[in-house]
């Protein structure tokens, strides 16, 4: 197991030692006629010498509580006290001797790389003396030594959280506070944006403070402070809480002909069910009582000739959707079911993407070379790689937005060379970004886009009723998309993409930054519009997430990889010290393997 995936724990000497404490801090923010209660009489204690994570879903408050303890913001009651100071009283001081790295790394895009640090080091009061040899070490630290003229705004986004890091590193801080820092980048610049930061906690005695959306990197933290709706939840270690699911987590194997989403839809209908997930070839089933495999089996009517159940050891991610389903019913929310989609007519087993020889050029840059994969109708196919790989260029002629520079492109039955427009009448695109216009409200952007697929009169107005009842947006119809919460912004997106009902439905990142909730929500109406015959085509960066796909093409510098399900492709890396390969360990190992032949090669 490598250093970045293993949890580290709280170095000797430190454990009684506070540096930043949150006391009945509560904050409220007015968004029209809406009071949002960001916080909630919360309270804790980060210790000096670990990482601690903040770890909730989408609008839990994690980045409101971050900028109150940068004195940012100013709580409405209760205090936060950082190295010692009141982050109100004594915010500049506070500003002036934490490092923080905001969401989306908080750089100038139109300086360069050199030009960010050295406005970082001025905000720090950074010696001029003491540069060089700062800069030095950091630049080797984080690769970029070789694109300090280069523009930020030119750089990956795996290079970006890198300059972030580095900026916030500048001045080395006793505290370092960092935002959701691997939002939206690729598993190999996760993994090193943690070695950089356990490198200072080992180094330095840095503390840091983090928040991820990514609940695996939650077990790398050796403490967690979970959050809901702007209230405290509960802190311990990573495995404290999920030791408490033992005999609760079960994986399911197929044996035969079973139809996994059949049965993903039938355990999910079931009171004691708390999570059911698709994980390439098997399902992991949370359950709400203690059970052994046989119980579980009898339980929810299991099929044991067509599915074989055993259990298995519980993690974080288990322990944490349990605590959130828990605050849910304690609340009195309801579970969301997933969407109804109209059944896509299969015609002779056609294929519903066919890519052939596909080639593109931007100049003299290859940024697709030779690609080749099908993709059967009904079926999720994932599209893998890191920053740079090639995969939105690829989608962006998929969908008829590029041009291919050669090679061949069918969609839904035609040629996107020659008959674009009859195929993108059978698409559907959900972009990275969600293009939704944040000045529309909610109803106006649905009038929008599903006149933009040519919807008219009575069709037009049954399926906006149908999205805002599906989606669950009814009651917020009236709001601007700008001031809703990432997950309600991603519900509309995807509403939005599905207005026409297409038969292939393109995602690019859909869940980027998206809570594990939001994230389960959104793969149960993706299944469901999979098990009506939709093809879907994604790309993502969470690997747990390409074990959804049904198959999956794996890229790296515009050419592909490997290929196959995430079984097939997992298997190729098992080992007797690994012997259930995660789909990240295999992407890890497959681009290292590239990049080590690329420098044997250059």
């Not at 540069?131 to 030119?154: C, D, Q, V």
């Not at 509960?234 to 139809?259: C, M, W, Y």
Request: overall charge neutral.
């Amino acid at each position: 197991m490598s250093a970045a995936n293993e949890r580290h724990p709280v170095p000797p000497g430190n454990e009684d030692d506070t540096i930043l404490s949150v006391t009945n801090v509560s904050k409220r923010f007015q968004v029209g006629k809406r009071t949002i209660h960001a916080l909630s009489e919360v309270s804790f204690q980060a210790k000096a010498g670990i990482v601690t994570g903040l770890i909730g879903p989408d609008g839990a408050g994690k980045t409101t509580l971050m900028r109150l303890a940068c004195g940012l913001l100013v709580p409405d009651s209760g205090s936060i006290t950082v190295l010692g100071m009141n982050a109100t009283k004594d915010a500049l001081k506070v500003q002036q001797s934490i490092g923080y790295m905001p969401q989306r790394f908080g750089l100038y895009e139109d300086l360069t790389v050199q030009e960010n640090l050295d406005l970082y080091a001025d905000l720090h009061k950074v010696a001029v003396k003491d540069r060089p040899a700062r800069y030095e070490k950091l630049l080797h630290m984080t690769g970029l030594a070789p694109f300090t003229g280069r523009l930020a705004g030119r750089l990956s986004g795996g290079m970006k959280q890198k300059l972030g890091i580095a900026c916030a590193l500048v001045s080395p801080p006793p505290l370092l506070i960092l935002d959701e820092p691997t939002v939206g980048v690729d598993p190999v610049s996760r993994r090193e944006l943690w070695e950089i930061v356990y490198s200072q906690v080992k180094e330095m005695n840095m503390s840091v403070l983090l928040s991820t959306a990514y609940l695996d990197e939650a077990e790398q933290c050796s403490e967690v402070v979970l959050m809901h709706e702007g209230r405290f939840l509960g802190q311990d270690a990573p495995e404290a809480f999920s030791s408490k699911l033992v005999a609760r987590t079960f994986v399911i194997h197929g044996r035969g002909d079973g139809n996994k989403r059949e049965l993903l839809r039938k355990l999910s209908d079931h009171p004691q069910a708390v999570d059911v997930i698709i994980l390439g070839d098997t399902l992991r089933l949370v359950t709400r009582t203690s059970m052994n495999g046989q119980q579980a089996a009898d339980t929810f009517a299991i099929d044991q000739k067509l599915w074989k159940i055993d259990a298995s050891k519980p993690r974080f991610e288990d322990a944490f959707i349990d605590k959130l389903q828990q605050h849910r019913e304690q609340t009195g929310a309801t579970k969301r079911g997933a969407i109804t989609a109209a059944t896509v007519k299969k015609k002779n087993d056609e294929a519903a993407i066919v890519v052939k020889d596909l080639r593109r050029e931007f100049g003299s840059f290859v940024a697709v070379k030779d690609l080749s994969f099908t993709v059967g109708r009904g079926e999720i196919f994932g599209l893998l790689g890191a920053n740079g790989a090639g995969k939105t260029t690829t989608f962006r002629m998929l969908c008829g937005l590029l041009p291919a520079t050669s090679g061949t492109l069918q969609v839904a039955g035609h040629n996107l060379r020659i008959a674009r427009a009859p195929a993108r009448a059978k698409i559907g695109y959900m972009a990275q970004k969600f293009s939704l216009y944040g000045d529309l409200t909610v109803r106006q952007n649905l009038n929008f886009f599903s006149a933009a697929y040519e919807l008219r009169g009575k069709r037009q107005k049954e399926r906006i009723q149908w999205a805002l009842n599906s989606f669950e947006l009814a009651e917020i119809q009236d709001n601007d998309s700008d001031d809703l919460p990432l997950g309600y912004k991603q519900r509309l997106a995807l509403a939005a993409a599905l207005m026409h009902e297409p038969e292939i439905l393109f995602l690019d990142e859909p869940t980027s930054g998206i809570d594990p909730l939001a994230r389960r929500e959104f793969w149960s109406h993706i299944n469901a519009l999979a098990s009506a015959g939709v093809t879907v085509m994604v790309t993502t960066h969470f690997m747990e997430e390409a074990s959804y796909c049904d198959n999956l093409v794996i890229m790296a510098r515009g050419q592909v990889l490997a290929a196959g399900s995430p079984s097939e492709l997992t298997a190729r890396y098992r080992s007797p010290d690994n012997p259930e390969p995660s789909m990240e360990d295999t992407f890890i190992h497959l681009i290292e393997e590239f990049e080590q032949q690329q420098g044997k090669n250059s």
